[in-house]
């Protein structure tokens, strides 16, 4: 590496009693570090900030972390313990928390779900965990799900070497329960999707005694839901640390059964001979999903939706006169259930497609961030920051405007 004063002898500065002269501004950084918080670190890469209208995305980086648990991550960055024993504080501090049996942080609900399956299958034996995922000798290799609930994330169960079962009728699943079955797998969001409920699938699985999954990644709010699902019978359930619960995009949570919640953490780290060996969350996560949970607990929730409401309603009056424009406020039943907006056009009378406005807004100053189809744009509020809903909305009249025939 080239030291400080060859550097300043290579760029003719001259060092006076310890401080820099002659040196250009724009050179001083890579001299002298500056902290974090003077940089414009996306500046400085050129990466695009943008605001948030779209809702809690992964390719977008899912939510702003409260401060209080980015006070918590650095707080835990600066002292160490061991993986194991945070992990177990801080999972019997989140089972209190949300009323059920036991919980564990994973790297996000993804993770949850893999090493959940995992546990289910291996049980308390960390040499069964060292045979997956492609040795199933003397393990039960199945997992049953409805057709209509998978959606993609079925993968992180396949991930285990689990093989999928679909099933669409309730006679369908009674035929497909064997002793070859490990878990029965339930989408929640789909929850009105198939032919067999929650509380369906919880009862045949009981009767059969297999082990029942949910997967509620995005299934907060509302707050209860954190706890409904347990409290319903299912042996595990998953949730995404970094959506509604606004924890760290790389944490998520396995709640349930104490058993099985151990045994899924015999395939995380820092057992390293296992399939969840690179699903690793430290310290920094585990303490802030604890920190993140417990604020969210403590929020006024009705004090957040009327603010959503409120949001969504600005930019709803921002475009709902334009002549042509046609708005829908909804809000989705399960997953994503907040206020949400979409807006809709006459393309006779404003010569734009929805996705020509999306990249309208995105390429605009700030760059705005929008959800939907090829027949609507649409948008939510719960990851704006403040008083960003009138720069949305009024950005969208602009171009709505802008493109009227006239
Ligand atoms: C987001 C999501 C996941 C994945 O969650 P991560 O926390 O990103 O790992 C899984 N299932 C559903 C239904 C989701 O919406």
Known sequence: MISRRKLLQHMGAVPVAGSLLVLPKSLQPHLQPETGTSRDFFKELGVRTFINAAGTYTALTGCMMHPNVVEAIEYASKQYVTLDEIQDKVGERIAELLHCEYATVTAGCFSAITLGTAGVITGLDPKKADQLPNDFTGLKSEVILQKSHRVGYDHAIKNTGAKIVEVETREDLEKAINENTAMMWFLNYHSNDGQIGPEEWVAIGKKHGIPTMNDCAADVPPVENLWKYTKMGFDLVCFSGGKGIRGPQSAGLLLGRKDLVKAARLSAPPRGSTIGRGMKVNKEEVLGMLVALETYLSRDHEADWKLWEGQIK??????????????????????????????????????????????????????????????????????????EERIVGKRLAEILTGAAKT
């Open 314 to 387: 600005q930019i709803n009056d921002s475009v709902a006169d334009i002549p042509g424009v046609e708005t829908e406020i909804h809000v989705p039943e399960i997953a994503n259930h907040v206020p949400s907006i979409r807006v809709r056009w006459d393309q006779e009378k404003i010569a734009m497609t929805p996705n020509e406005v999306r990249d309208a807004l995105r390429k605009g100053h700030p760059s705005i961030e929008t959800v939907g189809g090829g027949e609507s744009v649409d948008m939510t509020t719960w990851m704006l920051q403040a008083g």
